[in-house]
């Protein structure tokens, strides 16, 4: 009865701290393990919700973030629900909206999250980076040989037979991305996904793992096609097709690199074919998600490593490009594919009128044509189903030769990739990239020291 607006303006002014501390780099790690309203709840956002924080949100199924309460907002007339975690709990709203970062069973659960989050971040204070372990995973342990852990279904038994032309022909056969990081990270030092339970961005994959030692980000793009649940737009696509950044995977990858930047270095193992540019994504701020990309990748302060392991074409390209940074080094693996467009859509969409100009030119085209004078309906409906057939044939041989002169080599010709790299050595690779670029900073520093 005796305060009032000196409280809010206390509030403010926790959160003008908080934002400044963040915005200087500063970390605040939150766990959320009880009901948190207004105030809080707020500070939890502003510690760890917004693009440029570095701060983990753990939550447990009895947490909630609400601003308001249900007792409050049925007496002013709102929309609540049966109680607080209802409202902003972490099975309906915080792990689904990709606000809980990490889920946890119970608060002790919640602790040992943390301890793991930590034992990949923690920078020792006057040290650069968190702590390099030792490892008893060899540095050029062969990944082609490595089991694939994926579903039977897709047909690999090796890790090699993603990268095979035999068993995998232009790369075009869906794969399991997890499948391909678990092979390459250290196997003695475990991995922890961040924002798994993210609907919407589950094309995207962040781990925290270990390459030789080195504590890294590891970002993936999941090269499945992914069932999406609840009810589907019709402007939208009927799935999370394979290769593709959805809006809100595109704001989880640009979280990822923000967080990690400074901190340690990120590593990305792409097959990607693009944005998506359904209605749908850019209704949900698709433009705006993806160019977050592009600025989290022009502030990374770490070491950012990108290789292609499959194919990477269209707008993505942009916002990975070795053109952004100093910082970032772009690879591909012997076989991959990297340009501006792939060989079908090329052949679809740019090369249109030669594609019709080699199907008019086909002898069963001409043939049917000639056929056609003479039969009326019925010759020129077969003259239709000849032509179409000749366009699908010419368009598989413009494809062919569009990725015959755009391949990987060309790229590093054109000085878009730094290395090409056979895939069995994709693990030595990475973990000699990242030692070199580690060591360039530290001199770096202790030059401007």
């Known amino acids: 009865m005796d305060s009032g607006t000196e409280n809010l303006d206390a509030t403010a002014a926790v959160a003008r701290r908080i934002i400044r501390f963040t915005q200087g780099g500063g970390v605040v790690h939150v766990v959320v393990s009880g009901v948190n309203v207004g105030a809080q709840s707020y500070w939890n956002a502003l510690s760890t919700m917004l693009l440029h924080t570095k701060g983990a949100l753990v939550m447990t199924t009895a ?24 409202i902003g709990g972490l099975e309906r709203i915080a792990a689904p909206n990709g606000q809980a970062q990490y889920c946890a069973a119970s608060l002790r659960d919640a602790f040992d999250v943390l301890a793991r989050h930590y034992s990949y971040t923690y920078v020792v204070p006057g040290e650069r980076w968190p702590r390099r ?37 232009g790369r075009r056969r869906p794969f399991s991305m997890r499948a391909v990081m678990a092979a390459v990270v250290d196997q003695d030092g475990g ?6 339970t993210w609907r919407g961005a589950e094309t995207a994959i962040v781990w925290d793992a270990r390459l030789g030692g080195i504590a890294v980000c590891v970002i993936g793009v999941e090269s499945r096609s992914l069932a999406r649940s609840g009810d589907l737009p019709v402007d939208g696509p009927s ?28 590593v990305v193992l792409a097959n990607l074919s693009g944005f998506d540019g359904s209605p749908e994504s850019l ?11 592009a600025r989290a990748v022009v502030n990374v302060a770490s070491p950012l490593l ?21 910082n970032v080094r ?9 340009s501006v467009i792939g060989g079908s859509a090329a052949a679809k969409v740019v090369f249109t009128r030669e594609t019709r100009q080699r199907a008019a030119r086909d002898p069963e085209v001409v043939a049917a044509r000639a056929l056609e004078q003479n039969d009326g309906s019925a010759g020129h409906a077969a003259f239709e189903g000849t032509l179409q057939r000749a ?12 990725e015959a002169v755009h391949t990987v080599e060309r790229a590093q010709q054109v000085g878009s990739l730094h290395d090409v790299v056979p895939p069995a050595q994709m693990r030595p690779y990475l973990i000699g990239a990242l030692e070199e670029a580690l060591a360039s900073a530290d001199g770096e520093r202790a030059a401007q020291s």
């Open 306 to 326: 990108f290789l292609v392991v499959s194919r990477f074409h269209g707008g993505a390209y942009v916002v990975f490009s070795r053109r952004l940074s100093a």
């Open 63 to 86: 947490g909630s973030m609400v601003l308001t309460g249900r007792a409050a907002l049925e007496a002013s007339g709102a929309v609540a629900a049966e109680d607080e975690v209802a």
């Open 283 to 293: 209704r949900s701020l698709q433009l705006e998600n993806g160019a977050e990309i």
């Open 191 to 196: 991995n922890l996904e961040r924002w798994h």
């Open 239 to 266: 799935s999370w097709t394979a290769g593709t950044l959805f809006s809100l995977s595109s704001r989880k990858i640009a979280r990822a690199i923000h967080s990690a930047s400074g901190n340690r270095p990120v």
């Open 133 to 169: 372990r030792a490892t008893t995973d060899p540095v050029d342990r062969d990944v082609t040989r490595f089991p694939y852990r994926g579903d039977s279904s897709d047909g690999f038994v090796e890790i090699g037979d993603v990268f095979d032309d035999a068993k995998n022909p």
């Open 391 to 402: 366009i699908e044939r010419a368009e598989i041989e413009v494809a062919a030769e569009f």
């Open 330 to 338: 772009v690879g591909a693996l012997e076989g991959s594919y990297a």
